[in-house]
Protein backbone atom coordinates (compact mmCIF):
# COMPACT_ATOMS: atom_id res chain seq x y z
CA UNK A 1 0.00 0.00 0.00
CA UNK A 2 1.36 3.12 -1.23
CA UNK A 3 -1.13 5.64 0.25
CA UNK A 4 -2.27 6.81 3.50
CA UNK A 5 -5.46 8.83 4.49
CA UNK A 6 -5.92 10.32 8.24
CA UNK A 7 -7.88 12.67 9.71
CA UNK A 8 -8.56 13.90 13.47
CA UNK A 9 -10.72 11.32 15.28
CA UNK A 10 -10.84 8.48 13.12
CA UNK A 11 -8.29 5.66 12.57
CA UNK A 12 -6.27 5.66 9.57
CA UNK A 13 -7.92 4.49 6.01
CA UNK A 14 -5.73 2.20 3.68
CA UNK A 15 -7.06 2.18 0.25
CA UNK A 16 -5.29 -1.03 -1.71
CA UNK A 17 -4.71 1.56 -4.49
CA UNK A 18 -5.57 5.28 -5.41
CA UNK A 19 -6.59 5.20 -9.14
CA UNK A 20 -3.97 7.47 -9.91
CA UNK A 21 -5.59 7.11 -14.18
CA UNK A 22 -8.71 8.60 -12.54
CA UNK A 23 -7.54 11.58 -10.75
CA UNK A 24 -8.11 14.85 -11.99
CA UNK A 25 -7.59 18.71 -10.38
CA UNK A 26 -9.23 22.02 -11.61
CA UNK A 27 -8.82 25.42 -10.43
CA UNK A 28 -10.52 28.24 -10.74
CA UNK A 29 -8.85 31.47 -12.32
CA UNK A 30 -9.39 34.43 -9.92
CA UNK A 31 -8.94 37.10 -12.52
CA UNK A 32 -11.80 38.90 -13.37
CA UNK A 33 -12.50 40.52 -16.90
CA UNK A 34 -14.80 44.43 -16.84
CA UNK A 35 -16.18 45.42 -20.11
CA UNK A 36 -15.80 49.31 -20.27
CA UNK A 37 -17.87 51.31 -22.49
CA UNK A 38 -16.05 53.09 -25.10
CA UNK A 39 -12.54 51.34 -24.25
CA UNK A 40 -10.84 48.34 -23.84
CA UNK A 41 -11.70 45.78 -21.36
CA UNK A 42 -10.18 46.14 -17.58
CA UNK A 43 -8.81 42.79 -15.81
CA UNK A 44 -8.41 42.60 -11.81
CA UNK A 45 -5.59 39.73 -11.60
CA UNK A 46 -6.53 37.61 -8.68
CA UNK A 47 -4.46 34.33 -7.87
CA UNK A 48 -6.81 30.89 -9.12
CA UNK A 49 -8.66 28.80 -6.58
CA UNK A 50 -7.75 26.27 -4.69
CA UNK A 51 -7.40 22.58 -6.56
CA UNK A 52 -11.15 20.76 -6.77
CA UNK A 53 -11.44 17.36 -8.06
CA UNK A 54 -12.37 13.42 -7.64
CA UNK A 55 -10.33 11.02 -5.94
CA UNK A 56 -11.07 7.57 -6.64
CA UNK A 57 -9.81 4.60 -3.91
CA UNK A 58 -9.74 0.81 -4.66
CA UNK A 59 -10.24 -1.47 -2.12
CA UNK A 60 -10.70 -5.39 -1.96
CA UNK A 61 -12.79 -6.00 0.55
CA UNK A 62 -16.14 -4.31 1.64
CA UNK A 63 -15.40 -3.47 5.03
CA UNK A 64 -12.84 -1.18 4.73
CA UNK A 65 -14.35 0.64 1.75
CA UNK A 66 -17.62 1.28 3.73
CA UNK A 67 -15.45 2.29 6.26
CA UNK A 68 -13.66 5.18 4.00
CA UNK A 69 -17.46 5.85 2.78
CA UNK A 70 -18.34 6.36 6.05
CA UNK A 71 -15.45 8.42 7.29
CA UNK A 72 -15.68 10.85 4.20
CA UNK A 73 -19.27 11.81 5.12
CA UNK A 74 -18.38 13.04 8.24
CA UNK A 75 -17.41 16.99 8.93
CA UNK A 76 -13.67 16.66 9.20
CA UNK A 77 -10.45 17.44 7.60
CA UNK A 78 -8.42 14.58 5.78
CA UNK A 79 -4.34 14.27 4.53
CA UNK A 80 -3.10 11.97 2.31
CA UNK A 81 0.18 11.14 1.68
CA UNK A 82 1.28 9.28 -1.28
CA UNK A 83 4.91 7.65 -1.37
CA UNK A 84 4.27 6.66 -5.29
CA UNK A 85 2.81 10.54 -6.71
CA UNK A 86 3.90 13.40 -5.44
CA UNK A 87 0.60 15.04 -6.45
CA UNK A 88 -1.60 12.60 -4.19
CA UNK A 89 -0.27 14.66 -1.03
CA UNK A 90 -2.16 17.14 -0.06
CA UNK A 91 -4.74 18.31 3.12
CA UNK A 92 -8.50 17.85 1.81
CA UNK A 93 -11.78 18.58 2.44
CA UNK A 94 -15.24 16.49 1.01
CA UNK A 95 -17.32 19.32 -1.24
CA UNK A 96 -20.03 16.74 -2.15
CA UNK A 97 -21.66 13.72 -2.21
CA UNK A 98 -19.19 10.62 -1.74
CA UNK A 99 -19.45 7.46 -3.23
CA UNK A 100 -19.19 4.20 -3.11
CA UNK A 101 -19.71 0.88 -5.68
CA UNK A 102 -19.16 -2.61 -6.35
CA UNK A 103 -17.12 -2.66 -9.47
CA UNK A 104 -16.76 -6.95 -10.44
CA UNK A 105 -15.61 -7.79 -7.29
CA UNK A 106 -13.58 -4.58 -6.67
CA UNK A 107 -15.26 -1.94 -4.10
CA UNK A 108 -14.59 1.70 -5.11
CA UNK A 109 -14.74 4.60 -3.53
CA UNK A 110 -15.20 8.25 -5.32
CA UNK A 111 -14.68 11.28 -2.85
CA UNK A 112 -14.95 14.99 -4.06
CA UNK A 113 -12.44 17.22 -3.07
CA UNK A 114 -10.85 20.73 -2.31
CA UNK A 115 -7.50 21.21 -1.01
CA UNK A 116 -7.25 23.20 1.91
CA UNK A 117 -4.66 25.99 1.35
Known amino acids: ?56 MLFAYETPARDCYTAHKLAATFTIADTTAELLNFEYVVIDRPEI ?10 VPFQVVI
Open 1 to 56: MSAIITFDGGAAIFPELVLRESYAARSESGTRSHDILDGPPVYTLRPAGPDTGMLA
Open 101 to 110: RLDGRRWIVS
